[in-house]
Structure formats: C-alpha cells, structure tokens
C-alpha cells in the first residue's frame, strides 16, 4: 500500500521551509504546529510499518494456512492429472475439504478438460456442461509436461454462473484482510493522533500562559507599576525567568523609593540656606541692611554652603 502526501503535509512541508511565516507565528502556533508535525511523522512512519507488517503477517498465515491461490490449486490438480492419467474421480479431489481451502469466503471452484468441459465443480450442478471461450482465457491453465490438460475457474460468491466474477480466492481473501486492517490501522492512528494533539496543546497552553504572565507584567513595570510580580507555578527554565523578574521589579521598586528619600532630603537641605539668602538680599535691597561687609559676609557662607 502506498502513501501519499496529505493536505495537511503540504502545508506544514510550506511552512516549516517561510522562515518568514515562522517568525511572525504566535509562540503557541508554533508549540502547536511542533506537536502536531511530530505526530503526524509519528502517524505516518508507525502506519506503514503496521502495513507492512500485517501484509507480512496475513501472507504468511494464508500460505501456512493452506489458502493458496488460483496458481497454487492449479498445480495441485496437475499433480492429480499426471498421476491418474485422466480426470476421473476429480469431483471427489476438488470437493475434498483440503481443496476447498482455496474457496473460501463462498468461492466455487469448477475444472475443465482439455476440450472445456466441467470435469469437476465443487456446487456438484455444472458437470458435464462446457465453459465458453471467455472463460476458458479468464481460468488458470493446468499443464502438465507443458500440454494444457485442463482449466481452473474460482468462480465469486457462489453463485455457479458462468462468465460470472473469476479471480484468485487466496488473492481476493488477503486483499479484504488487508484492507480491513489498514482501515483498523489508520483509525487507531487518526484516534491516537487526535488524543496526542490535544495533550500536545494543553502542554503548549501550560508553557505559553506563564511567559504572557510576564509580558503583562513588563507592560505594568514599564508604565510605573513597580509592584507587580507575577506567580511562580514552576521550577524549570521560565520559573527562574519569573523569580529574576520578581527580583529586578523588587530592585526598581527600592531604587526608585531611594530616589524619592533622597529627593526630599535634598530638597530639605537647600531649603534653608536659600530662604536665608532671600532674606538677607530682600533687607539690603529694601535698605533694612546697609550693604556692609558685616551683612554681606552670612550672604556669602550660605553661598559656600551650597556649593558643598
């Protein structure tokens, strides 16, 4: 059995090879899309194994079994031939259980002579009748020391028609079981597919939801909130990225309360020598103070002062 690409191949085969596609894929698309390659490849490789496989299996279980095919019955029946010298008592041969192992699943097997004429019929109703020309060409030769002796028909269904549907029971028989099979096979894969796909997603949401955890929380950050932290859930690779997070937000947040300390005192600081020089340079203008040097020397500490 052969196994061509599907759809869903040649689109994952596209856009595993646009650099382009992947890099603007969302980080789940791109979980998901891992998860559902890997087990499609997965899908793919375990089927054809299974298939052939069971095709090895079946063919072999039919060859022991004695389910031989229209080739295999016919040289049964040359041996039969070349040791009686004739056709007499084929009926017996071919309504022998050993025999009808070739006509399962309701084949009818018929014999011909030389001249056409049934010889031998498993149903026991056509004996004595001749097969037309169309179904002498569609029967399986039987020879024996290269001279055509006979013909073999499988005749389908039982029905016991001439000209009815001819063709290899062994053949027919492994080809519905193999059939059957592969159905079994590809529901089971599609099933587990299905179920792995699933399992793949709930694992792709379990990643992506802490790192959107902590781009809301960079958002928050980067417009003044120094107090989000985000959760840690875990402790792999994005639960150490989560606690850095929550170490360099704690470090912002004590910096930034440093700042504001340091600006008050600051401020404190400078308060007081320049309300004293606004005074002292109010009083001079005003002519409270004479401009003396005796008044102007505080004017000129403050002034140092504050250069310190």
Known sequence: MSYAPSAIGHQLFAICH??????????????LLSFLTVVLVGVLVVSYLANQAAAREVHGFMFQGGMTTDAGLAQELAGYYRGHGSWEGAQTLISNDHMMMGGMMSQQLIVADAQGQIVADSS???????LSEEDLAAGAAIEVDGARVGTLLAAGGGSGMMGGNFGSPGQTLEADLLQRVNRAIWLAAVAAGG???????????GLVRPIRQLTSATGAVARGDLSHRVSISSSDEIGDLAASFNVMAADLEKA???RRNMMADIAHELRNPIAVL???LEAVIDGVLPPSAENLQPLLDQSHLLSR
Do not use: D, T, W
């Open 124 to 130: 026991g109703r056509l004996a004595g009748q001749y």
């Open 18 to 31: 646009s650099p382009f596609a992947i890099r603007h894929m969302r980080l789940f698309s791109k979980l």
């Open 195 to 205: 179920v792995a796909l699933v399992i793949g997603g709930l694992l792709a949401y």
């Open 278 to 280: 606004q005074a002292n």
């Open 256 to 258: 930034e309360r440093l």
